[in-house]
């Protein structure tokens, strides 16, 4: 075997490649999981948060590389830093995906209500709903999920959210109240 390969491959490259993968595992099992089922979004603190594992990966090679034991190559270095940034890459999509699926779109609103969560924040922002009719909240969330709730009275409309954003999965409702004369007094969001 000639000494470059052999200077590649060696016990300690081949150390490094199973921390490497089992750590390539775990962040895509843990961190990439975590930033979809909490739906977190690109921000500053979403950022340095996700970077830390891939900082302390590249910290780890850092001092594995002034060891003078080590026989790892620079392509060791250079590939597992790499795999590092894919990581990081990947992660800031979740994040900016995320964010994207946050505005509020009606379609998205009526036709899969299972995002309805996602987005309510920011349907929130954007409309005042006291004060408009109970066709004009119709006509921007379309019908209610009132008998789902099993509330029939018609001084109240619920949408339900889902159960992604609470720690004990218990199913959240937009509950819209009306007054005597039909329009929008309150509006809270509360679990089922």
């Known amino acids: 075997m000639s000494e470059r390969k052999e200077a590649r491959w060696n016990p300690h490259a081949a150390v490094l490649g199973l921390i ?12 990439i999981r975590l930033i979809y089922h909490y739906n977190v979004v690109l921000s500053y603190v979403s950022v340095v948060l996700i970077s830390f594992p891939v900082l302390l990966l590249l910290l780890i090679l850092y001092l594995i590389s002034k060891k003078p034991w080590s026989k790892l190559h620079s392509t060791h270095y250079w590939s597992t830093g790499i795999i590092g940034v894919i ?9 900016s995906y995320n964010q994207s699926q946050q505005h509020f779109d009606y379609n998205r609103w009526v036709g ?11 349907f929130l922002q954007k409309h005042d709903l006291i004060g408009l009719t109970q066709g ?20 109240i409309a ?9 720690a004990d999965y218990k199913r ?5 109240y009306f007054d005597d004369r039909g329009y929008v007094k309150n509006y809270e969001i509360l679990p089922r």
Do not use: C, H
């Open 20 to 31: 490497v993968g089992i750590y390539v595992v775990v962040y895509a099992r843990v961190i």
């Open 87 to 95: 990581l990081l890459s990947f992660s800031i999509y979740a994040l």
């Open 112 to 122: 899969y209500p299972e995002q309805r969560l996602i987005m309510v924040d920011d």
């Open 136 to 155: 004009e909240v119709m006509d921007l969330l379309g019908a209610n999920d009132n008998a789902k709730w099993a509330n029939a009275t018609d001084d």
């Open 158 to 166: 619920v949408y339900d959210l889902g159960a992604r954003r609470r």
């Open 172 to 176: 959240e409702g937009l509950f819209i």
